[in-house]
């Protein structure tokens, strides 16, 4: 089993920034993705960005060049710094990890960003 524990969210105004963290426990050395989903009122859960074990990162079109997705110790922390922030940002964050060599997939409970003036 994998624990995710995500932090740092909040009210950021327009242009703002801020960085989300999450931190992982438990059976991590069976994690080789890590990602950020967000989920907006009434809509879908969608990718942010994921990181794999290698270092390997991946971007929704949306958040190229405003996000970045990073990990510390591989799989321990996961990091999501946001910038220049949108109303439209404003969503639950949740930290995903996935072994995919058992097809298992986490989820952490999330936390809110609100962008907002």
């Known amino acids: 089993q994998v624990q995710l524990v995500e932090s740092g969210g909040g009210l950021v105004q327009p242009g703002g920034s801020l960085r989300v963290s999450c931190a992982a426990s438990g059976s991590i050395f069976s994690i080789n993705v890590m990602g950020w989903y967000c989920q907006a009122p009434g809509k879908q859960r969608e990718l942010v960005a994921t990181?794999?074990?290698?270092?390997?990162?991946n971007y929704a079109d949306s958040v190229k060049g405003r996000f970045t997705i990073s990990s510390y110790n591989a799989r321990n922390m996961v990091y999501l710094q946001m910038n220049s922030l949108k109303p439209e940002d404003t969503a639950v964050y949740y930290c995903?990890?996935?072994?995919?060599?058992?097809?298992?997939?986490?989820w952490g409970k999330g936390t809110l960003v609100t962008v907002s003036s």
């Open positions: 990181i794999t074990s290698g270092g390997n990162t």
């Open positions: 995903k990890a996935v072994d995919s060599a058992r097809s298992i997939n986490y």
